[in-house]
T-cell receptor
Framework: SQTIHQWPATLVQPVGSPLSLECTVEGTSNPNLYWYRQAAGRGLQLLFYSVGIGQISSEVPQNLSASRPQDRQFILSSKKLLLSDSGFYLC????????????FGPGTRLTVL | GENVEQHPSTLSVQEGDSAVIKCTYSDSASNYFPWYKQELGKRPQLIIDIRSNVGEKKDQRIAVTLNKTAKHFSLHITETQPEDSAVYFCAASHWTGGQNFVFGPGTRLSVLP
């Protein structure tokens, strides 16, 4: 069966510090991978998606970046965090091929102080 | 690009009553429409989905209907229970070299005992 992992589960960081969030998927190959951010009480904002290794599409220009160094690994990074980066970061995946069902990881709750 | 609207933003019903949430989409190329339930502090969980070749789908107390001509789809929950209280998100999706999802802003459902 397929599973998706995210870490860390929670993170408190000062403004201006760097960020690295990791997402890994098991039990599938060549998945589409996604990073979403959810501000408190708000909807899902798509940040990045990837259809393969090294292929990243950015939906919202900002101080975040994403990388996909391996087929089932997706990393979200920042060099300098802003207060507005606080939120619930969700990784999601869709199986490779013609599949269309999207599943979410457990999320990382980031607080920037 | 695709735009998804969702109504109402909040909904309160008495336990045992029915709840209906409606979404509209703009891109006629969208062909997959999932619904997610998100409890406080948790990840969105897929509860039901429908594809464009089907007009209605039912799973126990939950049903979804799709009107492709009018570009709208609805979630119906019957015999509501307190554990149905959550935020519900609809989404519209289609393939553009990767599976792209656009989410509605969410509906906060409260089931009153």
């Amino acid at each position: 069966s397929q599973t998706i992992h995210q870490w860390p589960a929670t993170l408190v960081q000062p403004v201006g510090s760097p960020l690295s969030l990791e997402c890994t998927v098991e039990g599938t190959s060549n998945p589409n991978l996604y990073w979403y951010r959810q501000a408190a009480g708000r909807g899902l904002q798509l940040l990045f998606y990837s259809v393969g290794i090294g292929q990243i599409s950015s939906e919202v220009p900002q101080n975040l970046s994403a990388s996909r160094p391996q087929d089932r690994q997706f990393i979200l990074s920042s060099k300098k965090l802003l207060l507005s980066d606080s939120g619930f970061y969700l990784c999601a995946w869709v199986s490779g091929g013609a599949a269309d069902t999207q599943y979410f990881g457990p999320g990382t709750r980031l607080t920037v102080l | 690009g695709e735009n998804v609207e969702q109504h109402p933003s909040t909904l309160s019903v008495q336990e045992g009553d029915s709840a209906v949430i409606k979404c509209t989409y703009s891109d006629s190329a969208s062909n997959y429409f999932p619904w997610y339930k998100q409890e406080l502090g948790k990840r969105p969980q897929l509860i039901i989905d429908i594809r464009s070749n089907v007009g209605e789908k039912k799973d126990q107390r939950i049903a979804v209907t799709l009107n492709k001509t009018a570009k709208h789809f609805s979630l119906h929950i019957t015999e509501t229970q307190p554990e149905d209280s959550a935020v519900y998100f609809c989404a519209a999706s289609h393939w553009t070299g990767g599976q792209n999802f656009v989410f509605g802003p969410g509906t906060r459902l409260s089931v009153l005992p």
